[in-house]
């Protein structure tokens, strides 16, 4: 399905900046002309986003989701030293939901959004560590 996005999304890229397929433009110039970001990077700026914005808004309902504590309270961890959220899936089925995957993304490219209390400065930081990711 995501393939199938992206490609919809080239199409439109390149009727956008007027260039044929024959062209044999690439993905990342066609994403660099137009001001965009790829379908990949999109995902995963939206899902650091999510779990910013539930960890930072009390209201939010998957607050609980990414807050649980690892551990006893008395035990000092690396991974809870550094901020990282507890990944909880056991099964090859859970690893796939999107809890998992969002934690997973989390803990790899959310050590700078950690620090980060605006909204506007995460965005920026957002923005700054999806470009680390693949296309």
Same mark, same amino acid.
Do not use: C, H, I, V
């Given at each position: 399905m995501m393939a199938d996005l992206q490609i919809v999304l080239n199409k439109a890229l390149q009727i956008a900046t007027q260039v044929r397929k024959i062209d044999r433009v690439s993905v990342r110039e066609l994403c660099e002309r137009a001001g965009t970001l790829t379908i990949n990077r999109i995902c995963a700026r939206d899902q650091l986003q999510l779990v910013w914005k539930s960890l930072h808004d009390t209201n939010s309902p998957l607050q609980e989701l990414?807050? !649980? +504590?690892?551990?006893?309270?008395? *035990?000092?961890? /690396?991974?809870?030293?550094?901020?990282?959220l !507890? +990944?909880?899936?056991?099964?090859? *089925?859970?690893? /796939?939901?999107t809890p998992h995957t969002v934690i997973k993304l989390w803990n790899k490219?959310?050590?700078?959004? /950690?620090i980060v209390q605006s909204e506007s400065a995460a965005k920026k930081v957002m923005k700054s560590s999806v470009l680390q990711l693949p296309m």
């Open positions: 990414f807050t !649980k +504590e690892r551990g006893s309270s008395s *035990m000092t961890m /690396r991974s809870k030293a550094r901020g990282d !507890k +990944e909880y899936a056991r099964t090859t *089925m859970g690893q /796939r939901n490219y959310g050590p700078q959004l /950690r």
